[in-house]
Each structure stands twice: as C-alpha cells, then as structure tokens.
Antibody, heavy 119, light 110 residues
C-alpha cells in the first residue's frame, strides 16, 4: 500500500527557511505521477503550493513562487519542499500528495506535519 | 488566483440531500472539467471524493456526486449520514499548470 510520509523541523524562526521531505513507500518516485505539496493554516483552508515530476519539472502557486523550491531525490525515493523568508503566516500543516490516475486531482495524501514559525 | 468560493456551512438531517456549491471564474472552474472534491475530518488528511467534476474514485460511496454549471461546481450528498459530517473542499485546475482550492464548507448532520 503506497504511503507518503512528511518529515522535518516543527519549528522555524521568522525570516528563516522551512525545509520538509516527503518519503514515498511502495511506489517509485519515477512513476508517471506528479508529486505535490499542499498546506493548511490552523483552522483555515487548503492551499496548493506546487508540484514536481521525476524529471525535475516543477509548477508553483504564483503567490508563493518567489519563495518556493521543490526538488526530487530519486536515489532516496523522496521529494522535498523549501520555503524561504518565512513569517507567521506560513505556520500550517504541510501535506505531500500524489496525483490521482495521472490527472488533475490529489488521490493520495501524507498525514501532514505541523510547522510553526515563531521565535 | 483567488480561492474558490464555498458556503461556510451546510446542514441537513439524516437521509436528506444537501448540495455544496463551489464558485470560481471563467479562468478556472468555467474553463475546465477538472474540479475535484475532498472530505476532511478534524486532524486528518483530506480524502479525494470526486475528480474530473463527476467521477468517483474506487471505494467512494455513490451517495456522493458532482456536477458543474458555468463557473460553479457542486457536490451533492444524497441520503445524508452521520459519518458525512466533515469539512469539504473543492479544487480546480486554474490553467498554467496551477491549482486553486475552495474556501471550505463545514457539513453538519442535524
């Protein structure tokens, strides 16, 4: 059964860099899927951050594009998120997700990890 | 790219049908048959319920259905059950390889 697992620091200082990894198990990162990051501030709605294909091709939310980098590590079967210059507004549960049937929806999700931006 | 608009809350009695609307623009919902719907319980990850507007993934109950008219997509839950009480989010392809989510709707079973 395919699983996604997010990991990374739960606390980041303002103006610092948020770095998370999503480990993929029982599927190959080089399968024909797009791999995404989605976040949800406490008590608020979902926001798509961006996605990556195993070739390294990426697409980003225009509102976050200047601060986001998503990378893939084929050797470790995982992909990562880096968000720079964070503020309290970036405090959220961060989910990694896989597309459904190679289409434009998100069929498989990780359990999510809470990242708090605070000094 | 603004969030799609959903009602904050919708409620119904067991056995009733409810519909959640998701209003976008001609740049997202209105231009593509690529709206998906997600169910989310508190503290849990979202679950895909509808994709490509009206298709159900394997294992999703057929009392969930999706449709679209113009710039508005809808999720209908027929025969409302206690376990349907959750938050629901729509999501649309928004062109240029980007996606936009809705504001979310809390469904309450009375």
């Amino acid at each position: 059964q395919v699983q996604l697992q997010e990991s990374g620091p739960g606390l980041v200082k303002p103006s610092g860099t948020l770095s998370l990894t999503c480990a993929v198990s029982d599927d190959s990162i080089i399968s024909s899927h797009w791999w995404s990051w989605v976040r949800q501030p406490p008590g608020k709605g979902l926001e798509w951050i961006g996605e990556i294909y195993h070739s390294g091709s990426t697409n980003y939310n225009p509102s976050l594009k200047s601060r986001v980098t998503i990378l893939v590590d084929k050797s470790k079967n995982q992909f990562s998120l880096k968000l720079i210059s964070v503020t309290a507004a970036d405090t959220a549960v961060y989910y990694c997700a896989r597309d459904h049937l190679h289409g434009s929806s998100f069929g498989l999700w990780g359990r999510g990890t809470l990242v708090t931006v605070s000094s | 790219q603004s969030a799609l608009t959903q009602p904050a809350s919708v409620s119904g009695s067991p056995g009733q049908s409810i519909t959640i609307s998701c209003t976008g623009t001609s740049s997202d919902v209105g231009s593509y048959d690529l709206v998906s719907w997600y169910q989310q319980y508190p503290g849990k990850a979202p679950k895909l319920m509808i994709y490509e507007g009206s298709k159900r993934p394997s294992g999703v109950s057929n009392h969930f259905s999706g449709s679209k008219s113009g710039n508005t997509a809808s999720l209908t839950i027929s025969g409302l059950q206690a376990e349907d009480e959750a938050d629901y989010y729509c999501c649309s392809y928004a062109g240029s390889s980007t996606y936009v989510f809705g504001t979310g709707t809390k469904v309450t079973v009375l």
